[in-house]
């Protein structure tokens, strides 16, 4: 029980650090703080963005628990979930990556709660999850039947979003923004290729 704890604790914060890093809403927003005011403001900020992930992820899981209870389903969505990881893959190979955006504007004070503001209104993060949830139990990755590694996944998830928002604010904070951009410039086509890769080597074990 406890190295599936530690398992489903590390593997989601390893995936939402990771989904985390494409430039949206929360890190603009965590940008910003660092930059017009100070380190704190931005891990605040950052805080209450990575916040959702915990109603998000923990929708997916309820929404997931449904989807397990039709006989057979399992076998489509392995089939299902490693199509849609292989389309994912190919829209990010073509995508190009986004610009800095100059229209967030963040008024002073009440850091977490904008933040939090901030990652409700991601349109992403239920499908996400709702995808990532029902790929990893379909393939026996994650072993989500008992509720305690469901709760450990779903803090994971927080977590991850969370430190990746620790990484923005240091970089940003130190006026080093450009590092940032640098390093997630091809950022999507890197994450697509692995994915790519990964649905084809899915796809071939299956058939």
């Known amino acids: 029980m406890l190295l599936s704890l530690v398992f489903a604790l590390l593997l989601s914060t390893g995936i939402s650090f990771a989904g985390s890093v494409q430039l949206g809403p929360v890190n603009f927003g965590t940008i910003y703080n660092a930059l017009h005011k100070n380190k704190k403001a931005a ?3 950052g805080f209450g963005g990575s916040l959702p992930e915990l109603l998000y992820c923990g929708l997916a899981f309820g929404s997931s628990n ?15 979930t490693s199509a ?10 073509f995508q190009k990556s986004a610009s800095r955006s100059s229209n967030v ?4 004070g009440k850091e977490v709660w904008r ?11 239920f499908p996400f999850w709702l995808f990532i949830i029902t790929y990893l139990r379909s393939n026996q990755v994650l072993d989500a039947a008992i509720w305690p590694v469901q709760a450990v996944f779903t803090v994971g998830a927080a977590l991850g979003a969370f430190l990746l928002q620790l990484l923005v604010a240091e970089i940003a904070s130190r006026k080093r923004e450009f590092i940032y951009l640098r390093l997630t410039k091809n950022y999507n086509k890197v994450l697509g290729g692995v994915i790519t890769t990964v649905a084809v080597i899915q796809l071939v074990i299956n058939f």
């Open 43 to 45: 891990i605040l900020f």
């Open 66 to 80: 449904l989807l397990t209870q039709f006989e057979d389903l399992d076998n489509y969505l392995k089939y299902l």
């Open 84 to 93: 849609v990881l292989f389309i994912f893959g190919i829209y990010l190979l």
């Open 105 to 108: 504007k963040i008024k002073e």
């Open 115 to 125: 933040g939090a503001i901030f990652g409700l209104l991601n349109p992403q993060l």
